[in-house]
Each structure stands twice: as structure tokens, then as C-alpha cells.
């Protein structure tokens, strides 16, 4: 069974489009996160919650909304994607906010055109 | 404030020599220090970590990693490298009662020569 599992895996969308990311954990965890990595794999907080209630929300643009509707799903959804949302974004969970060591998902590879 | 610098984006070793990465943090409060390995097209995973206790931490195939306050530094080796090693690796760092997110370091290239 995988422990924090992403969909899609591949993403190819048009610039404008609003388009989702799924993330799901069964370890148990309490916190989950997303995060982005760009070409150069530079990793780059973007969210974070804990117990489905939001705790962190880095400077990221409006477009981007994170959803939770349960402590073990933390979904990503973008609006009006642009050129440079172009990435790898990651979803992870930890068991909570003091133990962080986290656990990553696959990545989803989002490529805009 | 947290933050982690990786000296060198990329290091190049031979099969069966010494692996140094080094990872150099800046804490407010004591540090959780992290290292993950991802291998190209796969998420990150946990190679070893610091709490608390004994600063040298032992991790998975092979690598380990001393903490030493003095110096900020958190830096991983490994005896003798391996072709398999070849990887993007990770620093990061959590403060333990402060800002626990995990903020990572830019990452370093370990390349594996024949």
C-alpha cells in the first residue's frame, strides 16, 4: 500500500485551464503539506495543515487553493493556470506539527503550454 | 528564523571513495535535522534524522550524519560510495517548539563515476 499517494502523476494542461491535484495519506498522520519543487529542485513550501485546518499558507497566489476534507486528504487545486506553474508539486504528511519528519508522495509533474 | 545552505550543487565521486555532503542550518530554537535522498522522477525519501540524543545518527544504506552545534553543520557520509548512490539529496531542518514546518536546503547532485 502506498503511504501518501498523488494524482495524476503527469499533468499537461493549457494556460487558463483550472485543473486539480489529489493527495491521500494512510498513515495515520495528522499534517500534511504541499510543496513545490522547480527546475532547478529547489523545494518550496507552499501549505500546510493540520487536522484538516489550515496552519501554514506561504506566499503563494491566490489561484492556488488547498482543500482538506478530512485529515487524510489534502487536495491542490489551481486556477488560470499560467506558464510559470510549471513544476513539480509534492504532497506529504507528517505524524504532526512536533514530529516532522515527512513522508513524500510520488509528485505530480504539471506542465503548462 | 530556519534555514538550511548546502555547500555545492553538485558532487562528483568515484565508486568506492568517501561521500561528503555538507549542510549547514540556521536555528532560533534547538533543530530536527533531516537528510532525504530522490531519485530522478520519485518523490523524497528519509535517510536519517536528529532529534534529540546521540548526534551521530545512523541511516539507511549506509549513510550517516553528525551534529555538531558548534558549527551549524549536519553534514552526511557515507565510506564508500556506491553507483547506486547516484542521487539528488536534501538537507533540511525543523525547529522543534517554533516554525516546524521543514524548509530544505537547494539540494546536491551526487554523481557515481565508474
Known amino acids: 500500500d502506498t503511504a501518501v499517494s498523488q494524482t495524476p502523476k503527469y499533468l499537461v494542461t493549457q494556460m487558463g485551464n483550472d485543473k486539480s491535484i489529489k493527495c491521500e495519506q494512510n498513515?495515520?498522520?495528522?499534517?500534511m503539506y504541499w510543496y513545490k519543487q522547480d527546475s532547478k529542485k529547489f523545494l518550496k513550501i507552499m501549505f500546510s495543515?493540520?487536522?484538516?485546518?489550515?496552519?501554514i499558507n506561504e506566499t503563494v497566489p491566490n489561484r492556488f487553493s488547498p482543500k482538506s476534507p478530512d485529515k487524510a486528504h489534502l487536495n491542490l487545486h489551481i486556477n488560470s493556470l499560467e506558464l510559470g506553474d510549471s513544476a513539480v508539486y509534492f504532497c506529504?504528511?507528517?505524524?504532526?506539527?512536533?514530529?516532522?519528519?515527512?513522508?513524500f508522495g510520488q509528485g505530480t509533474r504539471l506542465t503548462v503550454v | 528564523a530556519q534555514s538550511v545552505t548546502q555547500l555545492g550543487s553538485h558532487v562528483s565521486v568515484s565508486e568506492g571513495a568517501l561521500v561528503l555532503l555538507r549542510c549547514n542550518y540556521s536555528?532560533?530554537?534547538?533543530?530536527?535535522l533531516f537528510w532525504y535522498v530522490q531519485y530522478p522522477n520519485q518523490g523524497l525519501q528519509l535517510l536519517l534524522k536528529y532529534t534529540t540524543g546521540a548526534t551521530l545518527v545512523k541511516g539507511i544504506n549506509g549513510f550517516e550524519a553528525e551534529f555538531k552545534k558548534s558549527e551549524t553543520s549536519f553534514h552526511l557520509t557515507k565510506p564508500s560510495a556506491h553507483m547506486s548512490d547516484a542521487a539528488e539529496y536534501f538537507c533540511a531542518v525543523s525547529e522543534s517548539g517554533g516554525s516546524y514546518i521543514p524548509t530544505f536546503g537547494r539540494g546536491t547532485s551526487l554523481i557515481v563515476h565508474p
Open positions: 495543515y493540520n487536522n484538516k485546518e489550515l496552519i
Open positions: 506529504a504528511s507528517s505524524l504532526d506539527v512536533e514530529n516532522t519528519e515527512a513522508f
Open positions: 536555528s532560533s530554537v534547538p533543530p530536527y
Open positions: 498513515l495515520g498522520h495528522d499534517t
